[in-house]
């Protein structure tokens, strides 16, 4: 997948006390949270955080000559500052996980230090909204997200997103693209059929009459 768009562009990684919305709207320190800071060349300096696989907070600082007006509020590179800090903040997370061994928990003693360092030299894949996924890109996408997700609704109620929904945010497309995307994926032989579920044969004809062998 081509970054051309995005070269020159820098990212890195800091710990920092952030504060957190409640399901209730209140806000809540949380110490240790992940914050992705992204160099836009242009001019600015985006800082992101992610929770539960989503962009969760973005602040926006100019330098240079930059402003911050309305053209610079419409082009903000949303999708590649959301899937830049979701990868960098799993990253973290990842690396920084108790250690599940023999079936006995042991605290992750790797240096904070180098996680962040590796993380923000790392930055992983990022896919731009225009540009469409190959079918691996996809469906690697497809089996990390759940299949159905309760994150929390506007009023606090639990909000139902099914796997379908997720990857339509996710690649700022329709849920129409994505079944178009998880067919081509499934008929490239790397996402399983639904139990039940075959792909179509072609229909063959008769090239003498034109009738169709299938029937």
């Known amino acids: 997948m081509s970054k051309a768009t995005y070269k020159g562009w820098k990212l890195r990684i800091e710990l920092r006390s952030m504060p957190r919305l409640s399901q209730t709207g209140e806000a809540e320190q949380v110490e240790g949270v992940?914050?992705?800071?992204?160099?836009?060349?242009?001019?600015?300096?985006?800082?992101?955080?992610?929770?539960?696989?989503?962009?969760?907070?973005?602040?926006?600082?100019?330098?240079?000559?930059?402003?911050?007006?309305?053209?610079?509020?419409?082009?903000?590179p949303l999708g590649y500052i959301e899937e830049a800090a979701i990868t960098a903040v799993r990253k973290v997370d990842t690396e920084l996980a108790p250690i599940e061994r023999d079936g006995k928990t042991y605290t992750n003693v790797t240096p904070v230090s180098e996680v962040l360092e590796v993380a923000s030299l790392e930055q992983g894949e990022v896919v731009m909204s225009h540009e469409p996924p190959s079918h691996e890109e996809f469906a690697r996408a497809w089996r990390e997200t759940p299949d159905v997700a309760f994150v929390p609704g506007e009023k606090g109620a639990p909000l139902r997103v099914t796997r379908r929904m997720a990857l339509a945010n996710r690649f700022h497309k329709s849920k129409y693209t994505i079944d178009k995307w998880t067919r081509a994926a499934r008929e490239a032989g790397l996402l399983e059929w639904p139990a039940g579920k075959t792909p179509a044969q072609p229909r063959q004809f008769n090239k003498k009459n034109g009738e169709s062998n299938n029937e």
Do not use: C, Y
């Open 34 to 76: 992940p914050v992705v800071i992204i160099t836009d060349p242009r001019g600015f300096v985006w800082e992101a955080t992610a929770h539960e696989g989503r962009l969760s907070s973005l602040t926006m600082h100019p330098f240079g000559s930059s402003v911050i007006d309305q053209k610079a509020l419409r082009n903000i």
